[in-house]
């Protein structure tokens, strides 16, 4: 059977695509052709009712980073603020922290589980 292998890419809309695109690629390192690092992504749909990321939200990204405590520090000197609760990580799964884009879209940080 034929199937997918990989994320071909994340479309969404924007109010400023520009500002929005250079807040991503400042910030997160993500261009529009990004070329990213092989590794587990997790394709889950959530129930409507879900209380995981905000209810006016259809969606939420999660990004896989190489060093989470770095990134934090680099986003809170930067004036981005960022939630962390002690219930997101586990030593199966790895570290977690959210992130808002400046237009309220919800993304998560992921540190995998070394190993």
């Avoid at 030593?91 to 919800?106: K, L, Q, S, V």
Wanted: no cysteine; aromatic share 14%; net charge negative.
């Amino acid at each position: 059977m034929a199937r997918a292998t990989g994320m071909g890419g994340v479309f969404f809309r924007a109010g400023d695509t520009e500002a929005l695109a250079r807040w991503y690629e400042t910030h997160l390192g993500v261009t529009g052709f990004w070329e990213q690092e092989a590794g587990m992504t997790v394709f889950a749909p959530f129930r409507r009712d879900t209380d995981y990321f905000p209810p006016d939200k259809q969606w939420m990204i999660n990004f896989r980073v190489d060093d989470l405590t770095a990134l934090m520090d680099e986003l809170a000197a930067a004036g981005i603020a960022i939630e962390t609760r002690a219930e997101w990580d586990t030593p199966e799964t790895g570290r977690f922290a959210r992130i808002h884009d400046p237009e309220g879209n919800p993304i998560e940080l992921w540190e995998p589980a070394a190993g």
